[in-house]
């Protein structure tokens, strides 16, 4: 049956709610703080070449930082304002991504493979990559984070996040080597290193984009959009990392190419859902589960338990994958796959359960909220038009038969439309919720908004 | 909120709690493996004394030059111990880890006075390789426990240039 509400006002100063621009400020201060210190305590004391590449990527790091800040604050603007911000949030991540390549290609790269194979590997790892992206975001059937914050996601890991490990993964090293017996124990340590270091970092990053963007990050799917994303960005990097190092090393062998094509394989398309994306999108999901319970203590034990899976996955593929059996004959490239499939499997059998049940919850609630809204007859949502909204398959296909009757222009139309409604059904589920800062009038305003493109379509 | 919400909210969160307590299984079995194979207590106070780690031909058999540590690509070399600096009734042996911690040679284990005539322990070139693979090679003289090395006696870092 379907019944008429009106909103309840927006709770602003939830006690559940501390000031959270405050906290993504405290942290990200935390971040630089740490960055500058252990980089220049690294440059000084160890003089290795990552550690130029962290000392020098710091100014990439905070014109990543300032330009995600510019974003995501442009789109609270107005119009009028909004493009002038827009530009300067692309040229400051754009002179960021510029930077962080140059910093790669010279402190890094130049030294071992070169700038020429660099690049040869980046644009091998692009594709994959933006695959990937396509793929998980495509996950949210529901409603689909916008590309512009799924991407500074992915720089984010590939740009902050590795930033972040370079400097305390060669301080745990350089410790461990000094101090532990070579063999199963060192190696278990630096399992422990990466899976730890690495998660936090990748983990500080989805903390900060929920900060900072939580108008943008609704439940449990988004998180683990997110979390993927910034875990797809991170194993781009990596992924050049290793196949530019395993390159430069067994070139002079005659199989570089071989070898970094096998890297390239293992990295971006055997792993490409099953390593970092499946670890970091556990974060995500422990994130976006918190930001919808009641409780300050469940929100900690939900995000907490999210690092803690993250890290064990992580760990246990870095300490055991070499346990399993891969022979030197033709049957061990099946193993290298049935490796894969048994050790990361699980971890990824498990976040799609969370994911497809996290679609259903959120499904519900959006279709609650869509004849919630029809039913207040104010015209943002039709009764007809509950039952295509809320079916990502009925929305595809209303669409095809507005490109039939108008073309692309006629589908884009229709689909801001639907865009715009489903916003409108997901501000009002936060409303219910009283999980959202925003006042009513920004409800009142999206609505209108949907009248106004309703009337645009249907002209 | 609805009841059915929450209820559904509440099956993710326990969901997320069961995975987390099998998150945490994994670390401690992690930290089982680490406490046995870094088995704490095991500070003997010995140190094994490493001459030097020297330029080497296969051929002879023999090291030439200073003490060095780095070296070439196309260039081999190896370590001398001197196996007097240890009792001669510990089990020890020596090894080359390469630079994804692969051994690539070694000498013992045995007693540290049957290696006194082993003093030179080479680093192999891999098979089927023209050259050591460049990188950071880690050597080690390690005292040994029902088999397994369980206190690093001396340690001595190299790097082979890729060039």
């Known amino acids: 049956m379907i019944t008429a509400t009106h909103p309840p006002a927006a709770d602003p100063e939830s006690r559940l709610r501390p000031r959270r621009y405050g906290i993504a400020a405290a942290i990200a201060a935390m971040v630089v703080v740490a960055l500058i210190a ?11 070449i990552p550690a130029r590449a962290s000392l020098y990527g710091l100014l990439a790091v905070a014109l990543i930082t300032l330009g995600t800040y510019v974003l995501v604050r442009a789109f609270n603007r107005d119009r009028a304002t909004r493009r002038k911000h827009l530009i300067r949030a692309g040229v400051l991540i754009g002179l960021g991504v510029l930077l962080w390549l140059l910093v790669i290609d010279v402190f890094l790269f130049t030294q071992s493979a070169g700038p020429g194979v660099a690049a040869v590997c980046a644009l091998a790892c692009l594709p994959t990559t933006a695959f990937g992206l396509f793929v998980v975001r495509r996950m949210d059937r529901n409603h689909k984070e916008p590309w512009r914050l799924v991407l500074v996601a992915a720089a984010w890991g590939a740009i902050v996040a590795t930033s972040l490990v370079v400097w305390g993964e060669t301080i745990w090293e350089q410790s461990a080597q000094h101090a532990l017996v070579p063999g199963p124990g060192l190696d278990t340590s630096l399992a422990f290193m990466a899976g730890i270091l690495e998660e936090l970092a990748k983990g500080t990053a989805v903390l900060l984009l929920f900060l900072i963007m939580r108008d943008e990050f609704d439940d449990v799917v988004d998180g683990i959009v997110y979390g993927a994303a910034i875990g797809l960005g991170f ?9 530019t190092n395993i390159y430069s090393i067994f070139q002079a062998e005659g199989f570089g190419f071989a070898a970094a094509a096998i890297q390239w394989y293992g990295r971006q398309v055997l792993g490409l859902f099953f390593g970092h994306a499946t670890y970091t999108a556990y974060i995500g999901a422990g994130v976006g589960i918190a930001r919808q319970l009641p409780n300050a203590r469940q929100k900690i034990f939900a995000i907490v338990a999210g690092f803690i899976i993250a890290i064990a996955g992580h760990f246990s593929w870095d300490a055991w994958a070499n346990f399993f059996p891969v022979d030197n004959t033709l049957f061990g490239l099946v193993e290298i796959h049935l490796r894969t499939l048994v050790m990361n499997g699980p971890f990824t059998a498990g976040l799609i359960a969370l994911l497809l049940f996290g679609i259903r919850y959120e499904g519900a609630n959006l279709l609650d909220q869509l004849r919630k809204e029809a039913a207040t007859g104010q015209g943002a949502i039709l009764p007809e038009e509950v039952a295509i909204l809320s079916s990502p398959w009925q929305r595809l296909r209303h669409r095809l038969q507005a490109f039939s009757r108008a073309g692309f222009p006629g589908y884009l139309r229709l689909s801001r439309l639907q865009t715009a409604q489903l916003d409108l059904a997901m501000e009002r589920w936060h409303r219910e919720r009283k999980e959202i800062d925003s006042p009513l009038e920004a409800e009142l305003q999206l609505r209108q908004h949907v009248i106004d493109l309703r009337h645009w379509v249907a002209a | 909120m609805s009841s059915v919400t929450y209820d559904q909210l509440r099956v993710l969160y326990r969901t997320l709690l069961v995975f987390a307590t ?4 994994i670390l401690a079995i992690g930290l089982v493996q680490f406490a046995y194979f870094e088995r704490p207590g095991q500070a003997s106070g010995i140190h094994a004394r490493v001459v ?26 190896a370590a001398v111990v001197d196996w007097n600096s240890v009792p001669g009734g510990v089990e020890v042996d020596a090894r080359w880890y390469d630079t994804f911690g692969s051994i690539e040679g070694h000498i013992g284990p045995a007693p540290a006075a049957d290696l006194v005539n082993q003093s030179v322990v080479a680093v192999a070139v891999p098979q089927g390789y023209h050259y050591v693979l460049p990188g950071r090679y880690t050597f080690v003289v390690e005292r040994l426990q029902g088999g397994i090395p369980v206190e690093v006696l001396a340690r001595r870092f190299e790097v082979v240039d890729r060039t």
């Open chain 2, 52 to 77: 030097g780690v020297f330029k080497y031909d296969p051929a002879t058999g023999k090291t030439s030059g200073p003490d060095r540590s780095e070296f070439q690509r196309n260039e081999q070399f």
């Open chain 1, 38 to 48: 252990s980089s220049i305590l690294n440059y000084v004391f160890l003089d290795t």
């Open chain 1, 235 to 243: 194993n781009f990097l990596e992924s050049i990392s290793y196949m």
């Open chain 2, 22 to 25: 099998v998150g945490v299984v």
